[in-house]
């Protein structure tokens, strides 16, 4: 009897032991920790034929893709090669919820990472959906740092629409000039501008025409060198295929077609939208995209995937890649003329796309009806003690040597950190002609920032005018770092504050983490300052917020829990432990 009570006790333990570690295995696969490895350095690459020094990392560029499952954690270990030259990287579209230090924003929510130095990224995808990361330093986006985030739905829980098999693209243009020659010239009198990029990538890889150089024979640009070989999306007949396409040019707003397909629109930012079938989509940097494509075409051939310039003169080729029907060979190049895509200064249809999207009728989350705070900013090309910059305002932004985030919740002397007088909040809206050059096109430089109420709600519309070039008025992404907002309207025009305000869409706005402002036009969004922490907003082109295109937003930073010191040692943290 006693050993039978024994092999009882014995038992019952066994099976505690075997419930504990089926209990952790569980939840390892419900929440998984993934860890990556980066060496971040420069290398000699030829995304487009034409050879230059590029920041790769782990030797490639576009980057590793992060794949993850909602509610993983991510810790990317960070190695900075670079030599000579700091980083930052921001993952964009993840709202650092409790982690706000693990933005990625020098200046804003930490020191960069110093050459040499190994740096740890840590923080939760909290939702599902098609995200990016770049460098958020000077203007290393542009020279390569960039990659995709793709988060998958929790085990067990479907997609509101079916799909066979899964794949991610990446737009992007090209320039030839290195990142500090383009710095330089934005920062010189006389200003020297970029230009326009050189190259349309899709997945990193474009096709320059080397006869264009003055000198094609020194081997600088080798049309034949695998690096440059179209990007190949293969496809089996009859199948149905998730694309996930994201944009992070640094100037250019795109088109995206392939050829003779149709496509549905289901996601837009990590949202679901309201599915619509089109042709054609407008895309532009920061943006994301899901669309639906059926292989339901002949498989007997290969299809064109393209991408243009619109919005600005085009003096880009068309950005190809190739759609390939199995078992068409995948090196089979279309015998078709590649589409040139819409005229590129036709604004109308690019409106009507943004107007078109709509919160998906299953996951609509309903915006608060009225806002606490309205921030009306201007969007003008001025000029500050002869230099070209941009302004919101007539203000244009600085970054600070101290982070916000370290100043505000370590309680520095602000005085010694950033400009205490916030940013206007409005213009003169009666007596601005957003049609014309303005009169007085100085502008002033601060890094002052805008304080929200925690948990307020706040509207901001976003209001084009004319640059300092007559008749001239460009498209501006902006992108909000740490929320996604409702976007409640578009217009043309001056926008009115009580006529436009009674036209928001209150019922299903979508909503997203970036938005275009079109020329001449009005955008309008909410959102809920309900993350604690200190948040960039600005426009996504590279040299736009290098000029001074953007504001920040500080909301709850004394709820942010302690701060890790490897975001310290810069600006007035100099003195704090940084290991």
Not at 233 to 256: C, E, H, M, N, Q
Not at 263 to 270: K, L, N, P, Q
Not at 273 to 287: A, D, H, M, Q, R
């Amino acid at each position: 009897m006693v050993k039978i009570l024994e092999l009882h006790r014995t038992l019952v333990k066994l099976l505690v032991v075997w419930s504990l570690i089926c209990l952790v295995a569980f939840s390892t696969v419900e929440a998984r920790v993934r860890h990556y490895r980066w060496n971040v350095k420069y290398e000699y690459k030829s995304p487009d034929c034409f050879q230059k020094l590029v920041i790769t990392i782990n030797g490639g560029t576009p980057g590793p893709t992060i794949l993850a499952q909602q509610g993983d954690t991510i810790v990317v270990e960070l190695k900075n090669s670079l030599l000579t030259e700091n980083i930052a990287i921001h993952w964009h579209g993840i709202r650092q919820i409790g982690t706000p230090w693990s933005d990625g924003t020098e200046g804003v929510t930490q020191c960069p990472i110093l050459p040499g130095d190994t740096f740890k990224y840590k923080f939760v995808v909290d939702r599902a959906g098609t995200f990016m990361y770049h460098g958020h330093y000077g203007m290393q986006r542009a020279a390569g740092l960039y990659g995709s985030i793709i988060v998958s739905l929790p085990s067990g829980a479907s997609e509101p629409f079916a799909y066979d098999y899964d794949r991610n693209i990446i737009l992007n243009d090209w320039f030839h000039k290195s990142t500090y020659e383009e710095a330089t010239g934005l920062s010189s009198i006389p200003f020297v501008w970029i230009g326009e990029p050189q190259s349309l990538l899709i997945n990193g890889r474009g096709r320059y025409n080397c006869s264009l150089l003055a000198n094609p024979s020194l081997g600088a640009c080798n049309v034949t060198n695998p690096e440059c070989s179209p990007h190949v999306v293969t496809v089996i007949p009859g199948k149905t295929y998730r694309l996930r396409i994201g944009s992070l040019t640094a100037l250019s707003a795109l088109s995206f077609q392939i050829e003779g397909h149709n496509f549905t629109v289901v996601e837009a930012d990590g949202h679901y939208v309201e599915p619509f079938v089109t042709k054609n989509l407008f895309i532009y940097s920061g943006e994301t995209y899901s669309i639906l494509v059926k292989a339901n075409q002949d498989p007997s051939r290969n299809y064109w995937m393209t991408t243009n310039v619109v919005g600005r003169e085009p003096k880009t080729p068309t950005g190809l890649a190739i759609l390939n029907y199995y078992p068409t060979h995948f090196r089979k190049s279309p015998a078709t003329v590649p589409t040139t895509g819409p005229f590129w200064n036709d604004t109308a249809p690019r409106v009507a796309q943004s107007v078109d999207i709509k919160a998906l009728q299953s996951s609509i989350h309903t915006p608060p009806l009225t806002s606490d705070r309205t921030i009306v900013l201007l969007n003008t090309q001025n000029k500050i003690d002869g230099y070209f910059r941009w302004s919101l305002n007539n203000v244009s932004f600085s970054v600070p040597h101290t982070p916000y985030l370290i100043a505000l919740k370590e309680k520095l002397n602000l005085n010694n950190v950033f400009d205490q007088k916030p940013p206007p909040e409005n213009y003169d809206f009666k007596n601005y002609d957003i049609y014309s050059v303005a009169k007085n096109t100085n502008a002033t430089s601060s890094n002052g920032l805008y304080r929200l109420k925690f948990n307020s709600t706040v509207d901001v519309v976003l209001q084009n005018a004319n640059t300092m070039t007559a008749n001239n008025s460009e498209t501006h992404p902006w992108h909000l770092h740490g929320h996604d907002f409702w976007v409640l309207g578009y217009g043309t025009g001056k926008f009115d504050v009580t006529k436009d305000v009674a036209k928001y869409n209150l019922v299903n706005p979508i909503m997203k983490n970036t938005v275009p402002l079109h020329p001449y036009g009005w955008t309008a969004l909410r959102f809920q300052a309900d993350n604690p922490g200190v948040w960039a907003f600005h426009c996504h082109i590279e040299s736009h917020f290098y000029m001074g295109m953007g504001v920040v937003f500080e909301s709850g930073v004394e709820k942010v829990g302690k701060l890790p010191s490897s975001i310290m040692g810069c600006g007035e943290t100099k003195g704090f432990h940084r290991p």
